[in-house]
């Protein structure tokens, strides 16, 4: 059983350490029981700093790698390769890095709604200025309101 290494105690992804792996434990979907289903993506102990530090990056990922679990529905694969993909330009790029990997992947953005993003400045697909304001808390009200979900 991996040991968390680091978690904010809600539905972003947590660290955890599995025999010595580094892994980016991420909570997307259901199983066919609608039990969560869980995927994982090996990430680096920079990955992980940058995910214990920084709401904002760790949020815009979570909002990219959601896509990817829905993708996998209730038993297909996860795109792994997809996810590693991600972790640099999300994690350690530059913020117009940023915001180039996130224009080019699908974002969930009801997750960055809920996580109190600038609604302005993410419909201008300003995703990492418009992460700012992230909190690690998510509100499904104002995404209720704010995306008539």
């Known amino acids: 059983m991996p040991d968390v290494v680091f978690s904010r105690?809600?539905?972003?992804?947590?660290?955890?350490?599995?025999d010595g792996q580094l892994l980016l434990d991420v909570v997307g979907g259901a199983d066919a029981l609608h039990g969560p289903r869980t995927f994982t993506v090996p990430v680096t102990h920079e990955h992980a700093e940058v995910v214990r530090t920084s709401v904002r990056?760790?949020?815009?990922l979570y909002a990219a790698?959601?896509?990817?679990?829905?993708?996998?529905?209730?038993?297909g694969p996860w795109d792994e390769e997809a996810a590693a993909a991600l972790l640099d330009p999300v994690l350690v790029g530059t913020p117009q890095e940023v915001d180039d990997a996130l224009r080019r992947a699908r974002?969930?953005?009801?997750?960055?709604?809920?996580?109190?993003?600038?609604?302005?400045?993410l419909k201008a697909r300003r995703y990492y200025e418009a992460a700012q304001s992230a909190t690690a808390e998510s509100d499904w009200a104002r995404v209720r309101k704010h995306l008539g979900v």
């Not at 105690?9 to 599995?18: I, K, R, Y």
């Open 107 to 121: 974002v969930d953005r009801r997750v960055l709604v809920a996580h109190h993003v600038s609604l302005r400045l």
């Open 65 to 75: 790698l959601l896509p990817l679990c829905y993708d996998a529905g209730v038993a």
């Open 9 to 18: 105690g809600t539905w972003m992804p947590a660290v955890v350490d599995d």
């Open 57 to 60: 990056r760790h949020l815009l």
